[in-house]
């Protein structure tokens, strides 16, 4: 499958697969960039201490208390992203998750058709 066809079955994908897949791809090769749920086992996963989660908020970028998802910063510290930002980030990631087929094969399925077409060219 060429990039082009696999950016339009990127589009095509329903936001959750794409954040999904993005997940997929960051937790083996960028975990820094992984998205997490907003919520409360987030808070109880990555914090001991409430002052730390409480410094990892007021130094970091939270928009909105009601934001779906939420990743740490270069820093350690938090930024909040709705559901579209979440999308864009994932989106920005397509010519790298594109290298790894490993990981969006089981959310894009390469038709056999378009396999013969890839070998004939």
């Known amino acids: 499958m060429g990039y082009d066809t696999f950016l339009d079955k990127w589009g095509e994908l329903a936001d959750e697969d794409k954040i999904n897949c ?3 791809y960051a937790r083996e090769y960028n975990a820094d960039e ?3 749920y907003f919520d ?5 996963t990555f914090f ?3 002052l730390d989660a409480v410094r990892a908020c007021f130094f970091g ?8 998802y939420i990743k740490f910063n270069g820093y350690a510290n938090l930024e909040s992203l709705s ?4 999308v864009a980030h994932a989106d920005d990631y397509t010519e790298e998750i594109f290298k ?4 969006w094969l089981q959310y894009i399925e390469e038709d056999e058709e ?3 077409e890839d070998k004939n060219l």
């Open 22 to 24: 993005f997940n997929e």
């Open 34 to 36: 992984e998205l997490f």
């Open 40 to 44: 409360e086992d987030f808070f109880n």
């Open 48 to 50: 001991s201490n409430p």
């Open 61 to 68: 970028n939270i928009e909105s208390w009601n934001d779906e």
């Open 83 to 86: 559901q579209n930002q979440a």
């Open 100 to 103: 790894y087929p490993e990981i």
């Open 114 to 116: 378009e396999d013969e």
